[in-house]
């Protein structure tokens, strides 16, 4: 099965995906698979995808003309800069350049050609060895960029809870790292991946421990990559 060039690219709409009933796909290097969840363009393309490297599996050195955001979900993912284990959160601005594989085997999501103009800072967090902050009863928020509008952080509900995103927040995108998310009569298992527009208001809620990966204010007028 090749990749589609064209998914989930109504930027207007609500998507929400349960990632584990979707098929991997085979990228052009061999033990690395994808699962893409939107997606502008071919083999150079804008796009948000779950990517696992098999053990022992790697991806020719190449420059990341749009750059490249991505959170390590399972195992660990190295290049010639280091390993970075499970809950690694990573920037590689544009015009930087790796060799990507791994040892043992990992998955990661990972966003590519969609840096605003002037994002030039790189960044290497380790969210389980990172200071959070608590923000409520049982809620807790861990910081990781933020330009212009854009904002990216984890949140991490201890027993359960909600939390309200206003409509002027520019669109929100989550991916669910542990536990369940609720959006209305809907639940998002661990793995789940969702995408809400720019202009409407969210609430989000979970019935027990959660940690989620959440970005917000980059909808409004979305980067569309190399296909634009």
Not at 91 to 120: E, M, Y
């Amino acid at each position: 099965m090749t990749t589609p060039t064209a998914i989930r690219t109504d930027f207007s709409r609500i998507e929400l995906v349960d990632t584990q009933a979707i098929d991997w796909i085979a990228s052009p290097s061999g033990g690395v698979d994808r699962k893409p969840l939107d997606r502008i363009g071919g083999e150079v393309a804008r796009a948000t995808s779950l990517v696992r490297y098999a053990p022992g599996s790697d991806f020719p050195s190449h420059t990341h003309s749009g750059g490249e955001e991505f959170l390590v979900v399972e195992g660990v993912f190295s290049d010639q800069h280091g390993d970075y284990g499970p809950g690694t959160y990573v920037r590689n601005p544009v015009g930087t350049s790796h060799a990507p594989g791994s040892r043992d085997g990992c998955v990661i999501l990972v966003k590519l050609w969609q840096f605003q103009d002037g994002d030039t800072a790189p960044v290497v967090i380790d969210t389980a060895k990172a200071d959070w902050q608590a923000i409520g009863q049982g809620m807790e928020r861990l910081q990781l960029h933020r330009f212009q509008s854009e904002k990216v952080s984890m949140l991490r509900f201890t027993d359960g809870g909600s939390i309200g995103l206003p409509e002027e927040i520019g669109g929100v995108e989550i991916y669910v790292l542990d536990g369940k998310l609720q959006f209305e009569r809907k639940m998002l298992p661990k793995g789940g991946w969702a995408r809400f527009p720019a202009g409407m208001a969210v609430t989000l809620s979970t019935p027990e421990a959660a940690t989620i990966y959440i970005k917000t204010g980059h909808l409004e007028d979305p980067v569309t990559g190399p296909a634009a």
